[in-house]
């Protein structure tokens, strides 16, 4: 076993997602199978490569900066599910 | 006369000489949109409305006289994950159910310019998760070949459309094989361009070292049309590339001769369909005849594609998907505090697959896993790429097959999502290297199913690709 279900819970909570205690098991199954078999990295030595994050070479990109036109505020609150006011609205965060 | 079945450039002549009327045109299309979708289910939105106007304003201009572009008129496909300014973009997500951008994709405000007909957004597996349309949380995508058969995935309503006369193409896109799988399975040409050839702009990511916007055509002709039309820089998306853009209907020249083309013996793998291997082959053999060289090459790092792959795409997936939080568009889900709030969104409104992905991204992610899988797989993409440079100092391109089998039946695979990922063996080494590649249809099996080849072209040769493509299409 790769992962754990103590481990499932772990990385499900970093993921924001709940897993309902009929699929735990199937979750875990699934995940070790393809943990189980992404395992065939290690087969290879990679001392001495260099990751790579981007397949072509790419550098920097700057633009000049100048003020240009953006998104309407109205539009991009247009599919928030609840606003006020011109914000997003979202339950309290802080405790009072 | 029925005009659905014809290609872009086909219909393109015929509004010319005024033939035919861009209404016409549309009117057939819908009505075999009417005709097929209750059995294909190709797509989850139709825009008939904005369809009929653009066609009006078309023929307008056709009949002030005024030259048109060569895919105005033309009705299409556009891929829901690809964002349409004012039209409802699901990505087939119940998370992304009511959304309406409010902008344009820049590729698909490349076809608007040129007056495309849009038919309808197009069904996939939910965030392009998938290669057969069954992750799609709405309804599942038929072959038009075979109904019970899968289209192929993630762009499997787009290839479904266009083979089952719904749009003349389609746009789609392609991370792992997303283009050139459906188009194998539907038998009609797709095309992943190079890593940065066609803006990611208001493409809904999924893995944005990988995506790349592309055709899905009925012709090789059509292919070189619609890149000509959505290829090229934009200031929008950092990692589009500045290269120039050629014309590529220049290369749509029947001749092969002198090519070197490797054939790697690590895309003929074990369990392959021996229809499909003997048909490769016969390709190959074409090639030769019409005086290319045909090489046997080894890609050495093949067997490590999918691992790299499949910790890769998740690991980017899990971090683009974290925006869907319930807090400035997409669903909610109510809760006592934010994080309820966000757990329950994420929890009821995400499929299985999607879940499995951030959940495998965001494991390859943590302290502790970092180096082991997500760095590992870093690494292991560098020697893959490499496997291909070193490759084509002696090569011109490389043929293979697009997939190891035809398409699979509904339901076939559903259970065994890491067998279901053992199917893009041939196509993901290609988005991790950032190349281009080609699925050309040739011919179809003793049950009438779609056969392709898959050629992989040098980084911005895209003009390689269609060249080998066109050739093989006029003089097989």
């Known amino acids: ?39 065939n990295l290690q087969a290879l030595d990679t001392t001495n490569v260099e990751p790579t994050t981007y397949a072509l070479p790419m550098q920097n990109v700057f633009r000049a900066d100048k003020v240009k036109p953006s998104l309407d505020r109205e539009l991009a609150l247009s599919n928030a599910p609840l606003k006020e006011d011109g914000y997003f609205k979202v339950p309290r965060v802080l405790e009072v | 006369m029925s005009l659905y079945d014809k290609t872009a450039h086909e219909l393109h002549e015929l509004l010319t000489t005024k033939k035919i009327s861009a209404a016409e045109l549309t009117a057939d299309v819908f009505a075999r949109v009417d005709e097929m979708e209750n059995k294909v289910h190709a797509y ?41 300014k004012g039209i409802r973009t699901t990505c087939a997500s119940k998370i992304l159910e009511n959304f309406i951008p409010p902008y344009d994709a820049t590729a698909y405000q490349k076809l608007l310019a040129q007056n495309a007909v ?15 349309t069954e992750n799609s949380g709405f309804h599942t995508t038929h072959n038009p070949h075979d109904l019970e058969r899968v289209p192929g995935g993630s762009s499997g309503g787009s290839s479904a459309a266009v083979a089952g006369g ?41 893995a944005s070292s990988l995506d790349q916007i592309g055709p899905l055509t009925r012709d090789v002709t059509d292919c070189a049309l619609v890149l000509n039309a959505i290829c090229g820089h934009d200031e929008m998306d950092s990692t589009s590339t500045a290269a120039p853009v050629p014309d590529f209907t220049k290369s749509l020249v029947a001749d092969v001769k002198g090519l070197k083309i490797g054939l790697p013996k690590e895309y003929f793998v074990k369990g392959i369909d021996p229809e499909i291997e003997a048909a490769v082959h016969a390709v190959a053999k074409k090639f030769e005849e019409l005086g290319a ?5 080894s890609l050495p790092h093949t067997e490590y594609a999918i691992a790299t792959y499949y910790l890769i795409a998740p690991a980017e997936a899990a971090t683009n998907l974290e925006r869907y939080d319930g807090v400035s568009y997409g669903a909610r889900v109510d809760g006592a505090d934010v994080v309820e709030m966000m757990t329950n969104t994420r929890t009821e409104k995400f499929g299985a697959e999607v879940k499995r992905r951030i959940m495998i991204g965001n494991y390859a992610l943590s302290a502790g896993y970092y180096d082991a899988y997500y760095l590992k797989a870093l690494k292991v993409r560098t020697l893959i790429q490499k496997d291909f440079t070193d490759a084509f100092e002696k090569l011109d391109l490389i043929l293979t097959p697009t997939t190891p089998n035809v ?23 290609v988005n991790l290297a ?30 390689i690709l269609l060249r080998a493509a066109f050739t093989y299409e006029s003089l097989r």
Do not use: H, W
């Open chain 1, 1 to 39: 076993m790769k992962i754990s279900e103590q481990d499932i819970k772990t990385v499900a909570s970093l993921s924001r997602l709940r897993i309902r205690e009929d699929e735990a098991q199937d979750v875990l199954f699934q995940l070790n199978k393809i943990l189980t078999y992404v395992e």
């Open chain 2, 44 to 84: 989850l939105t139709l825009t008939r409305a904005e369809a009929e106007a653009t066609a009006k304003r078309v023929d307008e201009k056709i009949s002030r006289g005024e030259k048109i572009f060569p895919l105005e008129g033309i009705p299409c496909a556009i891929k829901d994950n690809i964002c349409t």
């Open chain 2, 118 to 132: 849009i038919v309808g957004k197009a069904n996939l597996d939910e965030f392009a998760m998938g290669s057969s």
């Open chain 2, 166 to 206: 719904e749009a003349i193409y389609a746009l789609g896109s392609d991370t792992g094989g997303s283009i050139r799988q459906p188009a194998s399975f539907c038998g009609v040409v797709g095309f992943k361009p190079t890593y940065g050839r066609v803006s990611r702009y208001g493409l809904v990511a999924f």
């Open chain 2, 293 to 297: 060289q045909i090489v046997e090459i």
């Open chain 2, 407 to 429: 398409a699979f039946k509904i339901g076939e695979m559903v259970s065994d999502p890491l067998q279901m990922y053992l199917q893009d063996i041939c196509t993901v080494p």
């Open chain 2, 434 to 463: 950032g190349l281009p590649g080609i699925s050309v249809p040739c011919g179809v099996t003793k049950n009438n199913l779609p056969l392709a080849f898959q050629l992989i072209g040098k980084a911005l040769d895209e003009e």
